[in-house]
């Protein structure tokens, strides 16, 4: 019996077109292919901009753009196990993660339709300056234009509301590039959009090559700015090739975790096993480097093993599983091979160390040398490497001896400490006594150095969204 392979095309000016060209989308899992979606090529992605351009100078008000926000917001919610079944097929993420997914992917969207109400400007002072005495002025916020997204695989339902949301909250027109590997949950994003009531072409889907759509839209004169979510590589690329419009990048993370003396190892413990291996370790913010005091060393790294050890890999589907496949079992070749690379230099495999395909077992190591790769580029898999450190000053100094700077945590009684840290920490984001990969969806996230820049939360992302406006009048 064959299976039906679903097949999809591009979301263009409010309507669904084929293309010549395919692109396969595999199970994670399975490892087959359930899904074919159109492969755009440059004549599209010119047409998706023209059609965002055109859409964007046609009546949208604020109180439309919220009542669209939150009816997408409610279907979301009413398509909630469809929605969790797709990230599970095209990620590889648990049931129980992938559902997590879909409910802040819904109050993404009851956010940015909130702040959709709420654009403002403020007062101008200028009757203040001598010979001004009659002007009056003050500001407004107003859209952008049409904002090109390119989102990244790991969590591809949210994260494209995180950029499509605010966007359209603000006014602009979208044209949406999510991975490759995972686009049926933006595809079906889309048409919850559609059906909520989204005027034709404020919001086009493109799928296809990442390189040349990308490439495409930074050289089409209709977009006006460019929000991107995946490796510093790519987003140094993106910025350069943007010239002087508008680009918003979350990139890399190395992150780190810092355990003190006085901390609640148990606590500690429990919360760093999650961290580090949730969505087997494919997040931005997933736990990559422990640092804990001399003190409490051999107790924590004990207790981190054990809480480890209690994760269950396996199928996504299952609610009982934990920890799933990689994105590609290239992918966790990669980390084999990174992890092989610092046991020849001296790191020990304190758990895990196992590959079966696609899938590799959540791993500690142990004995590590800040150089080492595993420690210093981003891993992007369930690996967490943990170091011993004897002083404050010093594990300050070891978690910014980074080319990162996304979000880091710091599990402390002290609150001196906790203070000194969020002094001199160079991160964008510091989680006292939790995870760095603590996240709500309202909050600002964002990172320094090669993490990126701009600020990704409704509320602030609506801010690098659009531009502010002087108006002056002269009485």
Request: net charge negative; with cysteine; aromatic share 6%.
């Amino acid at each position: 019996m064959t299976k039906t392979i679903i097949k999809t095309g591009l979301f263009i000016g409010g309507e669904w077109k084929a293309s010549e060209e395919t692109q396969d989308v595999y199970n994670k899992f399975t490892q087959t292919v359930f899904l074919q979606t159109a492969s755009a090529g440059k004549e599209e992605v010119d047409e998706a901009a023209a059609a965002a351009k055109k859409a964007y100078h046609t009546t949208f008000t604020p109180y439309e753009r919220y009542e669209v926000l939150t009816k997408a917001a409610e279907l979301i919610k009413d398509n909630e196990e469809e929605l969790a079944s797709i990230l599970v097929a095209e990620v590889g993420k648990p049931i129980k993660e992938s559902k997590g997914e879909v409910i802040r992917a819904a109050q993404t969207m009851e956010i940015s339709a909130e702040e959709a109400k709420r654009l403002s400007g403020h007062g101008v002072p200028v009757e203040a300056a001598l010979g001004s005495e009659n002007r009056q002025a003050f500001t407004k916020r107003v859209p952008v234009g049409v904002v090109a997204a390119i989102t990244p695989f790991n969590v591809p339902l949210n994260l494209v509301c995180h950029k499509v949301g605010p966007a359209l909250a603000a006014g602009n027109s979208v044209v949406l590039k999510p991975a490759s590997a995972t686009p049926l949950s933006a595809i079906r994003l889309a048409e919850i959009l559609d059906e909520a009531g989204l005027p034709a072409g404020r919001l086009n889907v493109v799928t296809g090559s990442g390189s040349g759509i990308g490439d495409w839209l930074c050289g089409n004169p209709d977009v006006n700015m460019y929000t991107f979510t995946g490796s510093p590589e790519v987003g140094s690329h993106l910025q350069a090739k943007a010239g002087l419009r508008k680009v918003m990048l979350e990139l890399g993370n190395n992150s780190a975790a810092v355990v003190h003396h006085d901390a609640d190892l148990e606590t500690a413990a429990k919360a760093l096993a999650q961290k580090s291996f949730n969505n087997a370790g494919q997040v931005c913010i997933s736990v990559q480097r422990i640092y804990v005091h001399k003190e409490v060393y051999d107790t924590f790294v004990q207790q981190l093993k054990q809480e480890t050890e209690k994760l269950t890999t396996g199928d996504p589907g299952k609610e009982t599983t934990d920890v799933g496949p990689m994105i590609s079992e290239s992918e966790a070749i990669r980390v084999e091979k990174w992890v092989s690379e610092a046991v020849e230099a001296g790191a020990d495999v304190l758990t895990g160390g196992i590959r079966n395909g696609p899938f590799y077992e959540p791993t500690i190591l142990t004995n590590i040398q800040d150089d080492m790769k595993v420690c210093k580029e981003e891993v992007f898999g369930p690996i967490v490497s943990v170091a011993v450190y004897s002083s404050e000053e010093e594990v300050i100094q070891r978690v910014n001896d980074s080319k990162y700077g996304l979000q880091a945590g710091v599990f402390t009684n002290s609150l001196d400490f906790a203070m000194k840290a969020s002094n001199e920490m160079e991160v964008g984001g510091l989680i006292i006594n939790d995870t760095p990969g603590y996240r709500v969806d309202h909050m600002p996230y964002g990172g320094v150095k090669q993490s990126g820049n701009g600020k990704e939360g409704p509320k602030y992302a609506i801010q690098e969204m659009t531009e502010e406006r002087l108006i002056v009048f002269n009485l």
